[in-house]
């Protein structure tokens, strides 16, 4: 009886205790039955109640590891299946009640996210959040410009900042200049021409380089170098700019000292040059044929031009010379060599001075000077050069002094609108091709004092009518009237001792020949083989008789 009593305040006890128990945890079994027995809760002993869903369940505390997403509700309540026991063995069920999900770790594109909630009993339970999208962005391409390299268009994402498209870098473009601006951006840049063409030269003390040529270069406005691979650039040499059709200006450094011969020939747009004051020599044909070039200075330095330098400057408007230069001077607009007083160059609007600085015409002087209508020769000059009027298309008329003792070769060439010629009897020679081409030319009385006229003198002047040789001629030289196809009428006097090849030929309406002497000396005279090929039916009349054709 003692021990039953006792068995029983035992039983009581550990009842006690798990009530207890419970209330130190802060929760109640309120949905038991009140009518649950000891023993009914002592059977659940060793059983658990599975949940839903896999979640890390921790008391009082959290963990990170091994967590998957449960899908609960917030605020949801879920039975463990947890059992608490008293040291007597007493089991009592838990519910735990949980608050909301709260996010302890935002997810990112590169990794999941965790949130947590927690049981009133202070139990912790997590899952995972699955990691975001990248959010794309587009990385703008750069045009590369002048200075400033580029890049390639990429994107990357504006959450991880992770690089999705690359972009690449695209080097600078580098000024390209034409002309001392860049094509591209503008900018202005006085730059030296590149691609010129050089040729090393040395005088036994130094070297030096030569601009020999256009070389790859594209500007039309060339600025040649004071100095190339370090040398200095001394001279201009032969034919460099040859035809460079499209130079419109050219600048020369002021060490160079020589333009060579044909340097600028036939640069037909070249409309302006400055010759540096270092410059000693012109060659020959240096600007001929620039025929854009309205204005020549020429420094005080310039010691040699050579013949033609200027010729075929159709519009060229003046010429200058520098004070103080030793050789040359200008007078009017005309380039005159002091010394030798020889007029060397001149333009439409020279006026040849008659004070007498100018003594000759020289070779080439006025050629090729299409722009020159008139021009009055003084009474100073005794001689007009080979070509000193040549192609002067314009020239309609021109009076040759009595001073003037000798026309030289092409002196009037092509001057096809000169329609009349006064030859003074001063003059002793006319030179080979002097008046050929000048087809207005309807006549031209030449002097008692000519004693020569050379071949081709009157070559194709078709429009000329008649001529009259002068008695002190001996030699009509080879095709001297070829293709006056307007000639009738011809004089001869008998002091012609030679009439050479083709110096009547193409004269197809030559009526007659006017021979001043008798018909054995006209037999006597040496002539050339076709010097009559192709002209009319003619007569010779001798002075003892006519001989036929």
């Known amino acids: 009886m003692k021990k039953t009593k006792i068995i029983g305040i035992c ?17 109640g079994n309120a949905d038991s039955p009140d009518d649950t027995t000891v023993s009914e809760k002592t059977a659940a002993i060793g059983k658990t109640e599975a949940p839903s869903a896999e979640i890390t369940e921790t008391t009082g505390k959290s963990s ?53 909630r927690i049981c009133t009993c202070g139990t912790m339970e997590t899952r995972n959040i699955d990691k975001i999208e990248h959010i794309i962005v587009k990385d703008a391409a750069k045009v590369a410009t002048c200075t400033e390299p580029g890049l390639t268009e990429g994107s990357h994402c504006s959450m991880c900042g992770i690089v999705i498209q690359k972009q690449e870098p695209i080097l600078a473009l580098g000024h390209d200049y034409v002309n001392g601006r860049c094509s591209r951006c503008g900018e202005i840049f006085e730059q030296v021409s590149q691609g010129l063409q050089y040729t090393l030269g040395s005088n036994g003390t130094y070297s030096y380089y030569i601009v020999t040529g256009i070389g790859t270069c594209k500007d039309t406005d060339i600025v040649i170098p004071a100095e190339y691979k370090g040398l200095p650039v001394t001279s201009i ?9 499209s130079l419109t200006s050219i600048e020369i450094p002021s060490g160079v000292t020589g333009i060579g011969n044909g340097a ?30 309205t204005n020549i200075e020429i420094p005080s330095t310039v010691k040699s031009v050579g013949d033609r330098a200027f010729s075929h400057c159709s519009i060229l408007e003046s010429i200058t010379v520098a004070e103080k230069n030793s050789v040359y001077h200008s007078t009017e607009n005309c380039l005159i060599e002091t010394a030798s007083k020889t007029l060397i160059a001149g333009c439409k609007n020279s006026v040849i001075p008659a004070d007498g600085s100018v003594t000759s015409i020289g070779d080439y002087a006025f050629s090729g000077c299409s722009s020159l209508t008139s021009i009055e020769i003084p009474s100073s000059v005794t001689s007009i050069g080979g070509s000193a009027f040549a192609s002067c298309s314009k020239l309609t008329s021109i009076e040759i002094p009595s001073s003037v003792t000798s026309i030289g070769n092409y002196a009037f060439w092509y001057c096809g609108n000169l329609t009349n010629v006064n030859i003074p009897s001063s003059v002793t020679s006319i030179g080979g091709s002097a008046f050929a081409y000048c087809s207005k030319l309807t006549s031209i009385e030449i002097p008692s004092s000519v004693t020569s006229i050379g071949d081709h003198a009157f070559f194709y002047c078709s429009s000329l009518t008649s001529i009259e040789i002068p008695s002190g001629v001996t030699n009509i030289g080879s095709n001297a009237f070829y293709g006056c196809s307007s000639l009738t009428n011809i004089e001869i006097p008998s002091s012609v001792t030679r009439i050479e090849d083709g110096a009547f030929s193409g004269c197809r309406s030559l009526r007659s020949i006017t021979y001043k002497g008798t018909k054995a000396q006209w037999n006597q005279i040496r002539k050339w083989s076709y010097w009559n090929d192709a002209t009319g039916d003619y007569t010779i009349h001798c002075t003892n008789g006519d001989i036929e054709k």
Request: hydrophobic letters at 35%.
């Open 64 to 116: 990170s590891e091994n967590i998957e997403t449960t899908g609960l509700s917030q605020g949801g309540n879920i039975s463990t299946g947890a059992t608490n026991t008293s040291s007597g063995g007493t089991i009592v069920g838990h519910t735990h009640q949980y608050g909301p999900w709260t996010t302890i770790k935002e997810p990112t594109c590169l990794a999941m996210g965790v949130q947590e």
């Open 264 to 293: 600028f020939q036939g640069c037909s747009s070249l409309a302006s040059i400055e010759i540096p004051s270092s410059v000693t020599s012109i060659g020959s044909s240096a600007f001929e044929g620039c025929s854009s070039l």
């Open 237 to 245: 040499g032969d034919g460099a700019f040859y035809r460079c059709i």
């Open 11 to 27: 039983v009581m006890l550990a009842t006690m205790l798990a009530v207890i128990m419970l209330c130190v945890n802060g929760c």
